[in-house]
């Protein structure tokens, strides 16, 4: 798996674990492995290196969290996020069609210019930045080669930690002009290995229902952990970066919910089910 050193690509290793599957982390030359044991050196960027390290170990599956997600960075080293974020997952999805093993891609809601909200997988993306244009061009690539995509966005703990600590302080703020549908960082992991257990190809939407800003999420984390929820302030209008983002990129999960039997949990009850866990091992 790529991505291993992220929040998702820990949560993937450790779900698949739970399950009894070796995981194997891609991981760079600069980068600390996971475990001593359970990691392959590689480059995303060199492809005949990467090639020969993969086939070396045969796996039976690549699961490719690995992205450049910083927008500022992206806005302005348009190259750098294509080779990073499209060219990789072109280059790694010609190599599973090669391997002749299945590719579950994690996308992103940004692929969407947020005009109309609550999107179908089959709604034409028309991303507004460039972070969402590489990431529609990679989402091209993957189901050209027979991959799964999965779009969606995601909170867990370093998020979580976040708005603790400016909690703490009183300097709490988050965006009430954003409307979106993220999930537990857990739940993500989890969708990623089911879609694979089912040997399932296309696109899907991980998402949670209502929809709801980052304002609201934020002021779900201050009422779980002690706090009044005007502990959280909105923040200025307009992005700090300069980057535009989509108004209502939330996504309509229906057909991932009826594949897997299952819904997944609110932002309510995944805020309050991560941060009870989280106080709960730090005591």
Not at 230 to 235: I, Q
Request: proline share 6%; net charge positive.
């Amino acid at each position: 798996m790529t991505g291993a050193s992220g929040q998702l690509g820990s949560e993937v290793i450790s779900e698949a674990a739970q399950r009894g599957l070796a995981t194997l982390a891609l991981v760079h030359r600069s980068q600390p492995p996971v475990r001593p044991h359970d990691h392959l050196t590689g480059d995303l960027l060199q492809p005949a290196a990467l090639a020969r390290s993969v086939a070396a170990v045969r796996p039976a599956a690549i699961v490719h969290c690995a992205a450049w997600t910083d927008l500022g960075r992206c806005e302005h080293q348009p190259f750098l996020a294509h080779m990073a974020n499209s060219e990789a997952t072109r280059r790694l999805s010609l190599l599973a069609r090669e391997l002749v093993i299945p590719l579950v891609f994690v996308s992103t809601d940004f692929v969407f210019d947020g005009r109309e909200g609550d999107y179908r997988e089959e709604a034409l993306p028309h991303p507004l930045n460039e972070y969402g244009k590489t990431k529609a061009m990679a989402e091209r690539h993957v189901i050209a080669c027979g991959g799964a995509v999965v779009r969606s966005t995601f909170y867990g703990q370093r998020l979580l930690d976040h708005i603790l600590q400016s909690l703490r302080t009183g300097t709490a703020t988050a965006s009430a002009e954003r409307r979106y549908t993220p999930i537990a960082v857990d739940e993500l992991a989890r969708v990623l290995l089911d879609l694979l257990r089912l040997g399932r190809s296309g696109t899907f939407h991980a998402a949670s229902h209502p929809a709801l800003s980052p304002l609201d999420l934020a002021r779900l984390a201050a009422g779980a952990y002690g706090f009044t929820p005007e502990a959280v302030r909105p923040s200025p209008p307009g992005s700090r970066d300069g980057v535009e983002r989509p108004r209502d990129s939330s996504l309509d999960g229906g057909r991932l919910d009826r594949l897997l039997g299952r819904r997944f949990q609110s932002p309510e009850e995944g805020v309050s089910r991560l941060c009870r866990s989280i106080h709960s091992t730090r005591r």
